[in-house]
């Protein structure tokens, strides 16, 4: 079977939290048929976008279970288990493979200790060993100055690893990633505002915490793409990146969860200590968003 697995639009779900930092479920559901609706191939969830890390892991077990259950076969669900103990990350890997997740996927050990490239390896045989599923590893920051290039050679050889999710900013590294096993790897796509760069070097796939709120954009843009019109592509780019401009200003997670208020989904705020975003703020980010003409092309 082929390692690329993962094709197309894949939000990076924001987990909807109530007024006393619970799991939102109903808003979950909400959040599922809105973005199934405006195209999305499936959800990668508990990521950093779903502020998984700092969720308790009976939290982040039950969000995998609900999501599973409305989810419903309609997409692909592929679960970000890293937690700061390794035991937990292992633990929430045997879960979602009981629970029937597509893929685990998990940035690289550890928020406080940098680790070696030995010592990742061993930790992605661990994780792979105890999820027994498709297991898609993360290039990004916590990797500091490792080569990431000679790191994905040494991964893709542990059973289940089958790619990456690159939020990186070097598409040429992504490039030469996508050219390992004979371009049989699953290369998925970080920074939303560069979709179109990650998918002309070579990514399979996106997965983006902007997809939330302009999931239909990024479906176009990677249509276009697919169909060999780049140019569409590359305005489609040019479209989204002036609304995650406002997103970045004012905080990615907090606005996203605000934004989704436009469409009836209450998000509520980012977890704790986390500062809300004051009515002054909203104003803001409203009249920025309509002021691109967004807002009503969002609410529809
Ligand atoms: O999942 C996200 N990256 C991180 C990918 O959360 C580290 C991106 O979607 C960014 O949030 C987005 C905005 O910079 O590109």
């Not at 679960?79 to 035991?87: E, F, L, R, T």
């Not at 990186?168 to 096993?181: A, P, V």
């Not at 179109?196 to 996106?206: E, P, T, Y």
């Amino acid at each position: 079977m082929s390692n690329v697995r993962f094709k197309g639009i894949i939000p990076a779900m924001i987990t909807p939290l109530t007024k006393d930092y619970k799991v939102n479920m109903q808003a979950v559901k909400q959040l599922l048929d809105y973005n199934y609706g405006e195209g999305a191939d499936g959800f990668y969830i508990c990521g950093t976008t779903g502020e998984g890390p700092v969720l308790t892991v009976a939290d982040r077990m039950k969000t995998a279970e609900k999501v599973m259950e409305y989810n419903a076969g309609r997409g692909v669900i592929i679960n970000h288990v890293a937690a700061a103990g390794v035991k937990d990350a292992f633990t929430l890997a045997r879960h979602a493979r009981e629970i029937g997740c597509d893929a685990v996927s998990s940035v690289v050990p550890n928020f406080y200790f940098k680790h070696s490239e030995d010592e990742i390896v061993e930790y992605y045989k661990a994780l792979s060993d105890a999820a027994g599923i498709p297991v898609i590893t993360y290039a990004q920051g916590l990797l500091g100055d490792t080569d990431v290039v000679s790191l994905m050679e040494k991964l893709m050889k542990i059973d289940n690893v089958i790619g990456v999710k690159f939020t990186l900013f070097n598409f040429y590294d992504m490039h030469r990633i996508k050219e390992l096993c004979g371009g049989d790897i699953n290369v998925i796509n970080g920074p939303d505002e560069m979709l179109v760069c990650g998918l002309m070097m070579g990514a399979d796939a996106g997965i983006g915490s902007t997809y939330n709120v302009m999931c239909r954009e990024y479906r176009r843009l990677f249509d276009a793409f697919s169909a060999g019109d780049f140019e569409t592509a590359r305005k489609q780019q040019f479209k989204v990146n002036k609304i995650i401009e406002v997103i970045i200003r004012h905080g990615v997670i907090r606005t996203i969860k605000y934004m989704l208020s436009y469409v009836g989904i209450d998000a509520g705020d980012m977890s704790f200590p986390a500062a809300t975003l004051s009515q002054d703020e909203k104003r803001t980010i409203r009249r920025e968003l309509e002021n691109l003409d967004y807002f009503n092309e969002l609410k529809r």
